[in-house]
């Protein structure tokens, strides 16, 4: 599966975006699917993640309550919502996308898109 990430961009501290991960190649229900980020310097963090079925999500405790990742198997596209941005979410933004849950292997990553929070 190939994965395309996009709606990135510039964001004042409070505000919100919403990235989009698209699938294509195959589908994406087919695989789970998880959200990464890394910042300048810093190493690459998973943000959370959600099952095929939607049944199972997780999040890191740093964008608990203010992201969530949701799924349109039908339009193929995995999402992040991001919700009261703060400077240190600052970062290249990635989807990914693996078979088993509980694996650290991911078979596809998007290319990644920048999302900079600041006024």
């Known amino acids: 599966v190939q994965l395309q990430a996009s709606g990135g961009g510039l964001v004042q501290p409070g505000g919100s975006l919403r990235l989009s991960c698209a699938a294509s190649?195959?589908?994406?229900?087919?695989?789970?699917m998880s959200w990464f980020r890394q910042a300048p310097g810093k190493e690459r963090e998973e943000l959370g993640r959600?099952?095929?079925?939607?049944?199972?999500?997780w999040y890191v405790d740093s964008v608990k309550g203010r992201f969530t990742i949701s799924r349109d198997n039908a339009k193929n596209t995995v999402y992040l919502q991001m919700n009261n941005l703060k400077p240190e979410d600052t970062a290249v933004y990635y989807c990914?996308?693996?078979?088993?849950?509980?694996?650290?292997?991911?078979?596809?990553w998007g290319q990644g898109t920048q999302v900079t929070v600041s006024s």
């Open positions: 990914a996308a693996k078979t088993v849950l509980s694996s650290t292997q991911y078979q596809s």
């Open positions: 190649g195959r589908t994406v229900r087919d695989y789970h």
């Open positions: 959600i099952s095929r079925s939607s049944a199972v999500t």
